[in-house]
């Protein structure tokens, strides 16, 4: 392969720092960089470097008791395009006074920020989220509300708005790093990751964390819980507002009281959008039918399924089908070795300890099958 001259090098990588806070959660911040790493490994690029932070680069406790020395400290950070804070158990209490002065200086530099898990408290309590849409790990909703009521905060898995991303914990940062991907690098690189992690459906901005009732409703509400699991359980076979009610032991007045009062919406639109979450779930991941997943919804008529979903959801169900991010509507791609094509950078050929996570990963990376296999734009 011939050496690379300097204008073969491909674009500046995106330089992404994760503050990590003290019980911060693993399992995000690992959905988080993996996604960019295997952006790398499929583009034959170094598209994205990732560094770890911390106050004074001191090692931070993990949630479950797992010790990480970052790699630099956050006063000392090479240049970083994007910052990440990556929360976790009680952010209220990891934030500290440094944290919310260095964070304030990254954003009057003008740097992206975001937030992982619980991230977006410390966001919030130093004040860059203010008339922003934010999402967090539905645990901690309620208390940013109350908290922080200029943060427009959203029950959604992630949530990105103009130069602030944030979102809710467990995988769900996979779905917003590989979001971010798509939009900057293309479909075909986001669906060519996702089949490395053989991650069948990426999910969207739109879609919602499911937020346990009894969160929501504490343990004082045992008839709502038990007429909603009803409804739960007999989507394709509606039940009727009085059979509800009867099942309850309530009056159908005291039905349409409780949902109100407790829900903010009458008991038939609460068993509506059950079933428009159901079908939307079955559009992304099933092949069923438009029909048959009308049917398994409780629509007898294709049409009115159509209207009631285009009103919930902003789209008709044939365009949400056809709309999702997914290895199999992205289009075939063909997969090449790295010797069949004319790589921008000579991995080989660059001196070693250059100090990249990111670029050490992709030295490891190159003699694999999929290693340069997704040709980008």
Same mark, same amino acid.
């Given at each position: ?39 790398? !490994? ?63 200086? @990254? ?8 937030? $992982? ?26 208390? &940013? ?30 779905? &917003? ?15 060519? $990751? ?13 879609? !919602? ?11 004082? @509400? ?8 009803? &409804? ?79 009103? @919930? ?65």
């Amino acid at each position: 392969m011939p050496t690379p001259t300097q204008n073969d090098r491909p674009q500046k990588a995106t330089s992404i720092g994760f503050l990590l806070l003290d019980n911060f959660t693993l399992i995000s911040l690992a959905a988080a960089i993996e996604p960019l790493r295997m952006a790398n !490994q499929l583009s034959g690029r170094e598209l994205y470097q990732w560094h770890t932070l911390s106050p004074g680069g001191e090692a931070v406790r993990a949630s479950d008791g797992l010790n990480v020395t970052p790699d630099c400290p956050m006063e000392t950070p090479p240049a970083l395009d994007m910052i990440v804070v990556c929360g976790g158990i009680a952010p209220y209490r990891a934030a500290r006074k440094e944290h919310l002065t260095w964070l304030r200086q @990254q954003a009057d530099r003008h740097r992206k920020l975001g937030a $992982i898990c619980t991230g977006s408290w410390v966001l919030a309590s130093a004040g860059l989220l203010d008339h922003y849409e934010a999402s967090t790990h539905w645990e901690c909703i309620a208390a &940013m509300q109350e908290a922080f009521p200029r943060v427009d905060l959203s029950s959604r898995l992630f949530s990105i708005d103009r130069d602030r991303f944030t979102s809710s914990g467990g995988t769900a940062p996979l779905d &917003m790093m590989l979001n971010i991907i798509g939009r900057n690098h293309g479909k075909e690189l986001a669906a060519g $990751i996702s089949d490395m992690f053989i991650y069948d459906h990426v999910r969207n901005e739109q879609d !919602q964390q499911r937020i346990p009732l009894k969160h929501m409703l504490g343990a004082n @509400q045992p008839k709502l819980l038990e007429i909603v699991a009803l &409804m739960e359980s007999n989507l394709e076979e509606l039940l009727t507002l009085d059979e509800l009610a009867s099942y309850a032991g309530l009056s159908r007045r005291q039905l349409e009281r409780l949902f109100q009062k407790n829900l903010k919406c009458s008991p038939s639109r609460y068993y509506m959008r059950l079933r428009l979450n159901r079908a939307r779930s079955l559009l992304k991941q099933s092949s069923l039918s438009i029909i048959e997943v009308a049917s398994a919804c409780g629509f007898v008529s294709t049409p009115h399924f159509s209207k009631c979903y285009r009103e @919930q959801f902003g789209i008709p169900p044939r365009s949400e089908r056809l709309g999702s991010l997914s290895p199999s509507t992205v289009g075939q791609r063909v997969l090449v070795t790295a010797n069949d094509l004319d790589l921008p950078l000579d991995i080989s050929a660059l001196p070693p300890g250059r100090g990249s996570s990111a670029f050490e990963a992709l030295a490891q990376a190159r003699d694999e099958p999929t290693f340069a296999s997704v040709h980008l734009n």
